[in-house]
């Protein structure tokens, strides 16, 4: 009869953590559940007076204006340089509302640099370069004065006609500086309720199209009031 042999297995030390590396491991975890619930936890969104959906900003910079600051209404402007009913409001109905209203310190006036396709985002980014030299509100007229001619030689032509400093103007427009700036403007837009331009945000009110001049002015007139 044969023996049953008895299998020995010997017994190694046991492996485990120490008390302190357990420690730090659940201190550790701690603090990633905490800093996830502190990222994923709702926050109260940040308002600013007269300008509730955060157009001031076109992307990462602020977006070009004319005005006082400080004054009761703050209407911001829409428009792609491709939309013809926006170049009907800046040649026809915007210098009235510069003399009356912005020029007379009742009105802080933003323009919220945005384009629905790519072409008219990179006029919009040679806009910007243009604010670049202190010269955005007269670039923005000649374009839509040019509405359509938008090759590269014509918009240095358009900074030429208006004195700016060419080459500075023509290597900002090349190395592309503003046209993620552009991009995240024009999201910005379209996420604030813009389907179509021109649109309008007076006191954070939207305004769609090239409305009359009367109805404009009796809206300014109305957000000034609501604002004492």
């Given at each position: 009869?044969?023996?049953?042999?008895?299998?020995?297995?010997?017994?190694?030390?046991?492996?485990?953590?120490?008390?302190?590396?357990?420690?730090?491991?659940?201190?550790?975890?701690?603090?990633?559940?905490?800093?996830?619930?502190?990222?994923?936890?709702?926050?109260?969104?940040?308002?600013?007076?007269?300008?509730?959906?955060?157009?001031?900003?076109c992307?990462?910079?602020?977006?070009?204006?004319?005005?006082?600051?400080?004054?009761?209404?703050?209407?911001?402007?829409?428009?792609?340089?491709?939309?013809?009913?926006?170049?009907?409001?800046?040649?026809?109905?915007?210098?009235?509302?510069?003399?009356?209203?912005?020029?007379?310190?009742k009105?802080?006036?933003?323009?919220?640099?945005?384009?629905?396709?790519?072409?008219?985002?990179?006029?919009?980014?040679?806009?910007?370069?243009?604010?670049?030299?202190n010269?955005?509100?007269?670039?923005?007229?000649?374009l839509?004065?040019?509405?359509?001619s938008?090759?590269?030689?014509?918009?240095?032509?358009?900074?030429?006609?208006?004195?700016?400093?060419?080459?500075?103007?023509?290597?900002?427009?090349?190395?592309?500086?503003?046209?993620?700036?552009?991009?995240?403007?024009?999201?910005?837009?379209?996420?604030?309720?813009?389907?179509?331009?021109?649109?309008?945000?007076?006191?954070?009110?939207?305004?769609?199209?090239?409305?009359p001049?009367?109805?404009?002015?009796?809206?300014?007139?109305?957000?000034?009031?609501?604002?004492?």
């Amino acid at each position: 009869m044969a023996k049953v042999q008895r299998k020995v297995v010997k017994r190694g030390k046991r492996s485990g953590l120490s008390t302190g590396m357990t420690l730090v491991i659940l201190g550790g975890a701690v603090i990633v559940v905490a800093a996830l619930a502190w990222l994923l936890w709702p926050r109260p969104k940040v308002v600013v007076a007269g300008d509730p959906q955060g157009l001031a900003m076109c992307g990462s910079v602020p977006c070009p204006t004319k005005g006082d600051p400080n004054a009761p209404v703050k209407m911001i402007e829409v428009s792609d340089y491709g939309c013809s009913h926006c170049r009907d409001y800046t040649l026809n109905t915007e210098s009235t509302i510069e003399e009356q209203y912005i020029k007379t310190g009742k009105v802080y006036y933003v323009g919220h640099v945005f384009g629905f396709q790519a072409q008219t985002q990179a006029v919009a980014a040679a806009a910007l370069c243009a604010n670049d030299q202190n010269k955005f509100w007269e670039y923005h007229a000649v374009l839509f004065r040019n509405q359509g001619s938008f090759d590269p030689a014509s918009l240095i032509a358009y900074a030429q006609q208006i004195g700016l400093d060419t080459q500075t103007f023509a290597n900002c427009v090349s190395s592309g500086k503003y046209r993620s700036a552009v991009e995240a403007s024009s999201n910005a837009a379209l996420s604030a309720g813009v389907e179509g331009t021109p649109s309008f945000f007076i006191n954070g009110k939207m305004v769609t199209g090239d409305v009359p001049l009367a109805e404009f002015k009796a809206r300014l007139d109305e957000a000034a009031k609501a604002s004492k």
